[in-house]
């Protein structure tokens, strides 16, 4: 398990334009560093994401080794019913973490 | 010029060399001032600042108590409860006879009140509970001791300050006084202000200490860096936060 910081807005009206952000604590070793001994560093990046409202997918993202580490990311979606935002991710290891946010609609 | 050469030849005597903010020095402007826009507006949201993993992280343990054991939360309540606190941090342990740091401090605790092993500076947990506790000062002016018994320590911090370094042969008032604002290998040279750690370096991708940084500028000169406990460093903490008075505690800041 990973940290992550999710920010959604607690409440929006139906039809309003909401920004979702997530920032991911993770290494994203690229893969591409040696350590002291010389040695590869193996990779181990997160290489997919996926948001989903509802059960509708609102983002899905496949990230790469050039992205820096603790990845931010930053979209929109339009609120339209009280319920579940969804995040889940998977590492280079395959591990699936899920993480959940509720919104209600006034 | 010759101010400089005297100053130098003093230090390199081991005579004390009087604080260099004496001299007409500009009043202090924060590492922030210097950022580039980007990195200041990840600094002015939290959302987006990547220290707050650090500080969610400092709130899980600030509440979590090991094995039937008291957490911080048991005896201190709510991390609000420490407003202030860090921006008076390094403070003076009359117990001890000395200046402790934050981070020594919230260490005392962990070791004498909780059991705990004792933990290194750069440790993820130490990182985690410094940046919650310098959060709860966001804002404040810093307000570290300089006279008293803290001033046989601010005079070693200027003192240290004042002295060159390493193969380079420089001194942090070479650098963060009579070369601020200007440019070292791509980097523009800060004023070396401490007000805002631990933060997030985007070069180290990771959340640091002061003295990690501080590190991170005497291997730059080729010296070798002090010990992580070292009272040196303790005593550059103070002299600094003297030398910074009038920022406020940016803790977590964001630099490049």
Redesign the interface.
Same mark, same amino acid.
């Given at each position: 398990m990973v940290?992550v910081?999710i920010?959604v807005p607690k409440k929006a009206h139906r039809g309003e334009v909401i920004e979702i952000?997530v920032?991911i604590?993770h290494?994203?070793e690229s893969g591409q560093r040696r350590n002291e001994m010389g040695q590869p560093i193996p990779r181990d990046i997160i290489h997919s994401f996926r948001c989903t409202y509802n059960n509708q997918v609102v983002l899905e993202a496949e990230l790469f080794p050039a992205v &820096? &580490?603790?990845p931010?990311l930053?979209f929109f979606a339009v609120a339209e019913d009280t319920g579940t935002i969804v995040f889940a991710f998977t590492d280079d290891h395959g591990t699936e973490q899920v993480e959940r946010a509720a919104i209600v609609i006034e | 010029m010759m101010r400089v050469a005297a100053c130098a030849l003093m230090a390199a005597m081991g005579v004390p060399v009087a604080p260099i903010s004496a001299q007409a020095a500009p009043p202090p402007r924060s590492g922030y001032t210097d950022a580039s826009p980007a990195t200041r507006a990840m600094q002015d949201d939290d959302?987006?600042n990547?220290a707050?993993?650090w500080v969610?992280?400092g709130e899980t343990l600030w509440s979590t108590a090991r094995d039937g054991g008291t957490s911080c939360a048991g005896c201190h309540g709510a991390p609000a409860s420490m407003q202030g606190v860090a921006a008076r941090y390094p403070a003076f342990d009359a117990a001890r006879g000395r200046p402790v740091t934050l981070a020594q401090r919230i260490e005392l605790c962990r070791t004498e009140h909780q059991g705990e092993e004792r933990l290194d500076q750069d440790s993820e947990t130490l990182l985690s509970l410094t940046a919650l506790l310098g959060l709860q000062s966001r804002g404040m002016p810093v307000s570290v001791q300089q006279d008293g018994p803290m001033q046989p320590f601010h005079d070693e911090g200027a003192r240290l300050y004042a002295t060159q370094f390493g193969q380079l042969n420089l001194s942090c008032h070479q650098c963060h006084d009579e070369l601020a604002g200007q440019t070292l290998a791509g980097s523009l040279i800060p004023q070396g202000h401490a007000n805002g750690y631990p933060l997030y370096r985007?070069e180290w991708?990771?959340l640091g200490s002061l003295y990690r940084r501080i590190r991170n500028c005497l291997t730059g000169v080729r010296a070798t860096p002090f010990a992580p406990d070292a009272p040196e460093l303790i005593a550059i903490e103070i002299y600094l936060a003297g030398r910074g008075r009038g920022l406020v505690v940016e803790t977590p800041a964001v630099r490049p």
């Open positions: 940290r910081l920010n952000k920032l604590s290494p994203m &820096a &580490a603790n931010f930053s | 959302s987006v990547p707050f993993l969610q992280q985007l991708q990771s």
